[in-house]
């Protein structure tokens, strides 16, 4: 039997309920959640393929340059904190950018074992060029709500954000009841 490609929401949302009918749920948390997550990724792709992709940059790639951009020179854990990606993903990501020309590294003044990353005056002109161009197609994303909506679901965002941030750290370690969190895996198993 051959599957469809792209499911839409509805269809998605119908075949939760025959797969989760019989179970005691929180189903509008679950519906919120689950919709934040297919928003996040519709909308990710939408401006990498059609603002991002011609100046060869990725989501991530420009998500390191807009927290440059905003926050001037930053340390490599901070770049990657705001970005929220590894450090390990943040080196691979800069040096792409350096190669580009697009962000500089440098040694902290206080302590050479700490790294600053900077814009350079040809990421600094990408920037300005580019996020016209992507603010646009956020206008286009969000082009089915009014001005009033768009700053309520921000605000309903920024309340989900803050939550976490607030008590996000408390509820893991309830969750894990005094176990430590393994490290983070590819999802790799090892070889035997």
């Known amino acids: 039997m051959m599957l469809p490609l ?20 929180q189903r509008e948390a679950m519906a919120a959640v689950a919709n934040i997550h297919r928003a996040a990724a519709a ?22 340059l807009w927290v440059l951009w905003i926050w001037d020179q930053q340390e490599t854990w901070s770049v990657a904190e705001e970005a929220g990606i590894s450090k390990g993903t943040l080196t691979g990501i800069s040096r792409t950018l350096e190669g580009r020309g697009l962000v500089a590294r440098s040694t902290h003044p206080e302590d050479r074992r700490r790294v600053l990353l900077s814009l350079t005056p040809e990421g ?21 709500l009014s001005p009033e909506q768009c700053l309520q679901l921000a605000d309903s965002l920024r309340a989900i ?4 941030e607030e ?14 969190l393994p490290p983070r895996r590819s999802g790799r198993r090892p070889r035997a």
């Open 6 to 25: 792209h499911r839409s929401i509805a269809e998605t949302e119908r075949a939760v309920q025959r797969r989760l009918g019989g179970l005691t749920l």
């Open 43 to 64: 909308v990710r792709q939408h401006l990498e393929n059609s603002v991002l992709r011609p100046h060869e940059l990725t989501w991530t790639g420009f998500v390191v």
């Open 124 to 144: 600094e002109r990408l920037m300005e060029e580019l996020f016209p161009a992507f603010n646009a197609e956020e206008a286009f994303v969000s082009g089915s």
């Open 161 to 164: 954000v803050g939550r976490l």
């Open 167 to 180: 008590c996000g750290e408390q509820r893991r370690r309830e969750l894990l009841d005094g176990e430590t």
